[in-house]
C-alpha cells in the first residue's frame, strides 16, 4: 500500500470516529437519578435475582466455568490465582475414593492445606445439605494426609519441601493406634 492510500485510509478512520463521537449521546444527570431511584425502588428478591444472573454469566466465562453456580468470592479468586501460576491444585484422595481438588497457594503450608479441605467440605456440604458440623480435630487426629508414602505430620513444613507440585494426590490415612 503507497503512503497516499495510507493516508486516506487513516483520514477516513479519523473521520468515522469523529461522526461517531457526535451520535453518543451522554446522559444527563437526570438520568443517574432515575436510574438510582429504580434501583432503590427495588426489592430485595429482585436485586437477588439479578445478582444471581450476573453470576450465573460470569461462571460460564471459559476461565471460571468449572466453578459452581453458587460460587464464592474466594473460589474465584483462587481460580484466577490459578490461571495466574500463583497457586496449585492439589488433588486429596478420600477413603470412599472421592478425589477433591482442593487449590492452594504456591508456598502452602500442611496446615494450609488441612484449612482448605475443611473449607472445601463446608461449602460441599451445605450446597449439597449434608452433615451440618465435622469434628476436624478427630479428623486429623484420626487420620494423616500422606504423599507418595509419606506422612505429612508437620503442619508447619511447606507441601513444596514434601516435592507436592500441581495436580498431585495426596491421600488420607488412618492412623494406627498406640497400646
Given at each position: 500500500?503507497?503512503?497516499?492510500?495510507?493516508?486516506?485510509?487513516?483520514?477516513?478512520?479519523?473521520?468515522?470516529?469523529?461522526?461517531?463521537?457526535?451520535?453518543?449521546?451522554?446522559?444527563?444527570?437526570?438520568?443517574?437519578?432515575?436510574?438510582?431511584?429504580?434501583?432503590?425502588?427495588?426489592?430485595?428478591?429482585?436485586?437477588?435475582?439479578?445478582?444471581?444472573?450476573?453470576?450465573?454469566?460470569?461462571?460460564?466465562?471459559?476461565?471460571?466455568?468449572?466453578?459452581?453456580?453458587?460460587?464464592?468470592?474466594?473460589?474465584?479468586?483462587?481460580?484466577?490465582?490459578?490461571?495466574?501460576?500463583?497457586?496449585?491444585?492439589?488433588?486429596?484422595?478420600?477413603?470412599?475414593?472421592?478425589?477433591?481438588?482442593?487449590?492452594?497457594?504456591?508456598?502452602?503450608?500442611?496446615?494450609d492445606l488441612?484449612?482448605?479441605?475443611?473449607?472445601?467440605?463446608?461449602l460441599k456440604?451445605?450446597?449439597?445439605?449434608?452433615?451440618?458440623?465435622?469434628?476436624?480435630?478427630?479428623?486429623?487426629?484420626?487420620?494423616?494426609?500422606?504423599?507418595?508414602?509419606?506422612?505429612?505430620?508437620?503442619?508447619?513444613?511447606?507441601?513444596?519441601?514434601?516435592?507436592?507440585?500441581?495436580?498431585?494426590?495426596?491421600?488420607?490415612?488412618?492412623?494406627?493406634?498406640?497400646?
Open positions: 500500500m503507497e503512503k497516499q492510500d495510507v493516508d486516506t485510509v487513516e483520514q477516513g478512520l479519523i473521520k468515522d470516529e469523529k461522526t461517531e463521537d457526535k451520535d453518543i449521546v451522554e446522559p444527563g444527570p437526570d438520568a443517574e437519578e432515575e436510574e438510582e431511584d429504580d434501583e432503590e425502588n427495588l426489592p430485595h428478591s429482585e436485586i437477588l435475582d439479578i445478582f444471581e444472573e450476573g453470576l450465573a454469566r460470569l461462571v460460564q466465562d471459559p476461565l471460571l466455568c468449572d466453578l459452581p453456580i453458587q460460587v464464592t468470592l474466594e473460589e474465584v479468586n483462587s481460580q484466577i490465582a490459578l490461571e495466574y501460576g500463583q497457586a496449585m491444585t492439589v488433588r486429596v484422595l478420600k477413603a470412599d475414593g472421592e478425589v477433591m481438588p482442593i487449590v492452594v497457594v504456591q508456598n502452602a503450608t500442611v496446615l488441612k484449612k482448605a479441605i475443611s473449607r472445601y467440605m463446608e456440604q451445605q450446597r449439597e445439605g449434608g452433615v451440618k458440623y465435622v469434628s476436624w480435630r478427630y479428623v486429623w487426629s484420626t487420620y494423616h494426609l500422606v504423599f507418595q508414602g509419606e506422612k505429612l505430620e508437620d503442619d508447619k513444613i511447606r507441601l513444596k519441601d514434601y516435592g507436592i507440585r500441581n495436580r498431585d494426590e495426596v491421600t488420607f490415612m488412618k492412623r494406627l493406634r498406640k497400646k
